[in-house]
């Protein structure tokens, strides 16, 4: 199986920024897309960014676009999402997310991933 640990989650204050890190271990035997997601309270958990296996396509919401950025070192199994110009509504858990057999079309849909990590927690003051 593969195990997928979010880290770097805290309180920040808005317009900082933050990076988080996903390392994904265990046997992973396939091209897979990472894809990061997020829950803020009281709403249903929302597609943030997700990356290919080579990195040469990336996915971002509107939400974040032109402040998010997400990459991907494969040969540590990690990923990571840099957040700048944070805002008060970017606070969430945030999951990171495996994707063994991707597509263009699902690398966006929360349905289509096989790996979740525990979540970190993002909380940005105003």
């Known amino acids: 199986q593969v195990q997928l640990v979010e880290s770097g989650g805290g309180l920040v204050q808005a317009g900082g920024s933050l990076r988080l890190s996903c390392a994904a271990s265990?046997?992973?035997?396939?091209?897979?897309?990472m894809g990061w997601f997020r829950q803020a309270p009281g709403k249903e958990r929302e597609f943030v960014a997700a990356?290919?296996?080579?990195?040469?396509?990336?996915y971002y919401a509107d939400s974040v676009k032109d402040r998010f950025t997400i990459s991907r070192t494969n040969a540590k199994n990690t990923v990571y999402l840099q957040m700048n110009s944070l805002k008060p509504e970017d606070t969430a858990v945030y999951y990171c997310?495996?994707?063994?057999?991707?597509?263009?079309?699902?690398?966006?849909?929360?349905?289509?991933?096989?790996?979740w990590g525990q979540g970190t927690q993002v909380t940005v003051s105003s």
């Open positions: 997310a495996a994707d063994l057999r991707p597509t263009t079309a699902s690398m966006t849909k929360a349905s289509t991933y096989d790996y």
């Open positions: 265990g046997r992973i035997f396939s091209t897979y897309a």
């Open positions: 990356i290919s296996w080579s990195g040469g396509t990336t």
